[in-house]
T-cell receptor, first 109, second 114 residues
């Protein structure tokens, strides 16, 4: 079993729908990252959080430390949101990130 | 440039050939990471530098993989005697400090071994 599990692996939705991507992890962490990867490989950091909730534009990330679970929400989804969304965690005292396998999101117009 | 720069963007190597992948981190960034991403998978850790010191190389898959950052800025990942299973995207990331700081990723180098 991977240390970081994401669901779903693939998600297709219509423009305007509310999107939720889930991330569960099995180890203690100091921080959790949500990242976006577009075709061509470039990765952009969306959020880094260790507790509670963060919001940036139409994106919201939440984390429940006790449940070892985080969610990424996208409101009013748009075709330009189509990308792979990756959850990654850093353990206490560790430097490296451990990544989930990613969720491929496709938003159709 | 302002971001993390990797070169080349694409590399095709014949099996058995040596390759060198370059990463230019953001100026002043102390931490530098190399990750390997197989097709359809999340990235996996290869190695970590803090300035010029390679503090963790536990993710390097074999002794054919070697990384250096001699002056604490530019880093090179070298793969000797490439094999087909080395085909992947190699990602470099840097951050200003260590611990829980934002990581900035390069565009990656897509290596195809034929």
């Amino acid at each position: 079993k991977n240390e970081v599990e994401q669901s779903p692996q693939n998600l297709t939705a219509q423009e305007g729908e509310f999107i939720t991507i889930n991330c569960s992890y099995s180890v203690g962490i100091s921080a959790l990252h949500w990242l976006q990867q577009h075709p061509g490989g470039g990765i952009v950091s969306l959020f880094m959080l260790s507790s509670g909730k963060k919001k940036h534009g139409r994106l919201i990330a939440t984390i429940n430390i006790q449940e070892k679970h985080s969610s990424l929400h996208i409101t009013a989804s748009h075709p330009r949101d189509s990308a792979v969304y990756i959850c990654a965690v850093r353990g206490p005292g560790a430097q490296k990130l451990v990544f989930g396998q990613g969720t491929r999101l496709t938003i159709n117009p | 440039g302002a971001g993390v720069s990797q070169s080349p963007r694409y590399k095709v190597a014949k099996r058995g050939q040596d390759v060198a992948l370059r990463c230019d981190p953001i100026s002043g960034h102390v931490s530098l990471f190399w990750y390997q991403q197989a097709l359809g998978q999340g990235p996996e850790f290869l190695t970590y530098f803090q300035n010029e010191a390679q503090l963790d190389k536990s993710g390097l898959p074999s002794d054919r993989f070697f990384a250096e950052r001699p002056e604490g800025s530019v880093s090179t990942l070298k793969i000797q005697r490439t094999q087909q299973e080395d085909s992947a995207v190699y990602l470099c990331a840097s951050s200003f400090s260590w611990g829980d700081t934002e990581a900035f990723f390069g565009q990656g180098t897509r290596l195809t071994v034929v």
